[in-house]
């Protein structure tokens, strides 16, 4: 790509790859064996379960029930690298596996599978990005931390959406023009918020970006009490409508503070394991997709988060057959170069809460 063809506006980035089957479903005791099973096998490996919000309500009552954790991305970072543990087994998408490498080198990092990817993590080629990024020396390179080792390594910033507006808040205030990778959505919503000058890469979320203003509409006439939240990776008419906008941590907390009884939430549905929790008084609905005609795209769950079963979380742990092998590795000079802008994120996150 030469420096013309990268200042012209990005294409979206289509992602067309398969999206994979989900497992099959389990009798309640297959579920309490593999349940059973993965206990033992986090004692028996000195391991802990650090699980997303998006994964299966299963899977996040393990993580709880075995002094584990269940978070956003950042947290899962911050809580993985603080464990004393030998082995932390990541249940989320490669990227969140990675990021635990990459801060956590002396650590086995597990997952469930390496085949739960994101559709942001494919959208953003490290060469493609690497050339976009040649195009435009003068500008800062903030990346979501929804990509690969590899294109993180080429970022001044890696960021999440819980701090992404008060980091490009931030450096537009120190005069700095921007790249914001991958997602084009999110990008959008930060450069709104805060006037910045951000030239956006063109990824998607495949989850969010099925959220329709149309349908969401409908919904809100049947039930005209409840407050809408929106995850921001989802489209601009969508995000339009919201009464609150937020990471997966700051929906769950705008769920506790609005006063309404139903909530309708655009983010994948695994937050409302989560989030039920803290409003059990609450009715909670799921926001509508692309409706009729919807590919299997449009069920407000990620295909890739789901691939974390049971099943595929008891076998984790079993790495003797060549073809079985679930541990992360990043290569050592990608580490060390994506550490940096990692490492930027988490001290710019504490000065947030200080
Ligand atoms: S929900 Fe979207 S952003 Fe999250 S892992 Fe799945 S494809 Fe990626």
Redesign the pocket.
Known sequence: MNANAASAVMPAFKVDVPIPKPPCELSIEEKQHYRQRVKQQLVAHNAVLVA?Y?TDPEIQTLAEETGGCVADSLEMARFGAEHSADTLIVA??K?MGETAKILSPEKRILMPTLD??????LGCPEKEFAEFCDAHPDRVVVVYA?TSAAVKARADYVVTSSIAVELIEHLDSLGKKIIWAP?RHLGRYVKQQTHADVLLWQGE????DEFNAKALLQAKAIFPEAAILVHP?SPASVVKLADAVGSTSQLIKAAKSLPNKQLIVAT?KGIFYKMQQQVPEKELIIAPTAGEGATCRSCAH????KMNSLVALAEAFDIKSAEKVNEIHVEESVRLKALIPLNRMLEFSRTLSA
């Open positions: 997303h998006y989320g998408v990227f739960a990817t994101c559709s942001l993590d929804n997602d979320c495949v989850v969010h990776e994948d990620c295909p890739w988060m």
